[in-house]
């Protein structure tokens, strides 16, 4: 057997042993205190990655860094959703010694650890649970143990609550790996300022990424390494006023400016602003936004994408915004006008979007249902064939990925889209975002929004609306499969 060969069976029985550890990870494993937290961005610090080895290290009974109680121990980790508990326990599956498992233990690659409940039974004794926050304090109301992890901040304090009287029995450990965004995080801070909690925290620097005894940064999946020149790039990757939380894990993002500072209306060659339109087939799309009136306008977004090597590319073709009180009916038509200025029909679309339901006063209502009706008697008003049920409006803020934070990842995808596809260095491979110049309401939205709660926000839902199933993934089966070509 080769020495390389020797050297991947040693890490596949025991990759913790041969783990090369960044600063903060190892100043976290190395801290022996009870109640721990561990805050960075995401992706880079392995927060999640420190976390799960450090129950590791407990439930064996074994720590390089620090003595830990002998087992049986009995622990358990704490997710906030359930797409992120089967993250958290592939993650974990691929850190532990498979031979120091009880037999009884079976990971099933995109399930999870077999088992109504889920848990990790140890040859020593000791089991790991993997619960979930959503359960609330009762999913560990009924258990002693001698530690916690939670990864992310449990979605009410009362939770965390339960989870210190939990181990006060045993006295024993709790620790929190976390970014600070779409959970509450006050009651953390003061448990930091009180001296209850200690913590650990870093920002994202060329140093931060360099493992402790190492002098090269770390390696990216694709081979690149994480140097500052790549590190600057990720980082034009995020909006800049979160970036002080997605990527240092701050505790507060950025005072708010202008959200799409990245969008160039300028006209001139390489803005965004073009009569750029999409060549050979492409997906079309609608958004809209319920409302009425200047600060709460109707509106919707005519887009088109296409998928290039692998990438999105936006077209931002037409717009509808209405000025003044306008009923359902009005919506509609001017919906369908907008699709007739392309020489397009409603059932082209492959995606139709809209908010849900809006309701001025006891009178004035609106919501999809209503809508789709108006488009459907605008198309027989004119004695043009009206679009099929199928096509009709979906809902957005439902199903996959809508939960809390989910418009900061619609926002997230829209900059990304104007970044454009860039190499480490900066430089521009290719354009992903156009806008036709006729969008004039859609352009001053995006030039002028500052993330506030005005006439411009609703545009800026309606685009992100029609583009909801690329920022989601959504693997549910579209309105329309058919690739359209510009006539």
């Not at 009870?34 to 064996?60: S, V």
């Not at 889209?417 to 036709?436: C, D, K, N, T």
Request: glycine share 10%; with cysteine.
């Amino acid at each position: 057997m080769s020495a390389l060969a020797a050297y991947r069976r040693r890490l596949e029985r025991d990759p913790l042993r041969h783990m090369p550890w960044l600063p903060l990870q190892h100043a976290f494993l190395s801290d022996p205190r009870k109640f721990l937290l561990l805050r960075a961005g995401n992706q880079f610090l392995g927060k999640t990655t420190a976390g799960l080895a450090r129950g590791i290290y407990h439930a064996r009974g074994d720590c390089p860094f620090y003595a830990v109680p002998p087992p049986p121990v009995f622990g358990a980790i704490v997710c906030t959703t359930h797409s992120q508990s089967i993250e958290i326990q592939t993650k974990l599956w691929n850190l532990l010694p498979k031979s120091e498992l009880h037999p009884s233990t079976e990971f099933i690659p995109g399930y999870g650890f077999r088992g109504q409940f889920k848990a990790v039974r140890w040859l020593n004794g000791s089991i790991t649970y993997i619960l979930t926050s959503g359960q609330g304090a009762p999913a560990l109301a009924s258990r002693t143990l001698h530690w916690i992890h939670e990864d992310e901040p449990p979605k009410t304090p009362r939770t965390h609550m339960e989870a210190i009287s939990r181990v006060a029995a045993t006295n024993g450990y709790i620790w929190m790996t976390f970014t600070p965004v779409n959970a509450p995080t006050g009651y953390l801070r003061d448990q930091v300022d009180a001296g209850v909690m200690h913590e650990h925290w870093s920002p994202l620097t060329p140093e931060a990424v360099i493992p402790v005894g190492h002098s090269e940064p770390r390696r990216g999946p694709d081979g690149v390494p994480w140097d500052a020149e790549y590190l600057e790039y990720r980082r034009s990757l995020m909006l800049p006023r979160e970036a002080p939380v997605v990527a240092d894990g701050e505790w507060d993002m950025s005072a708010e400016g202008q959200v799409f500072y990245v969008f160039d209306a300028t006209r001139e060659p390489g803005s965004h602003v073009s009569l750029e339109r999409p060549e050979g087939e492409f997906d079309l799309r609608v958004g809209a936004d319920h409302g009425s009136g200047f600060n709460f306008s109707a509106c919707g977004v005519l887009v088109g994408s296409q998928r290039v090597d692998g990438v999105d590319c936006i077209y931002v073709l037409d717009e509808y915004v209405s000025d003044g009180e306008t009923d359902s009916n009005q919506d509609g038509a001017g919906l369908v006008a907008m699709l007739d200025r392309w020489d397009q029909h409603w059932n082209d679309l492959r995606w139709a979007y809209g908010d849900r339901p809006w309701q001025k006063n006891d009178y004035q209502k609106k919501d999809n249902k209503r809508l789709f009706a108006a488009v459907r008697q605008e198309y027989k008003r004119r004695r043009r064939k009206p679009p099929t049920h199928g096509r009709r409006f979906h809902t957005v803020k439902r199903g996959q990925g809508h939960g809390a934070g989910s418009v900061s990842t619609g926002l997230g995808y829209l900059h990304r889209a104007m970044v454009g596809e860039r190499a480490p260095g900066g430089e521009l491979v290719r354009q992903r975002f156009y806008i036709q110049p006729g969008c004039t309401r859609v352009i001053e939205a995006l030039s002028a929004w500052e993330g506030k709660d005005d006439e411009y926000k609703h545009i800026i839902d309606a685009l992100r609306y029609a583009l909801d199933d690329l920022i989601f993934a959504r693997n549910q089966g579209p309105v329309n499969t058919a690739k359209l070509r510009l006539r």
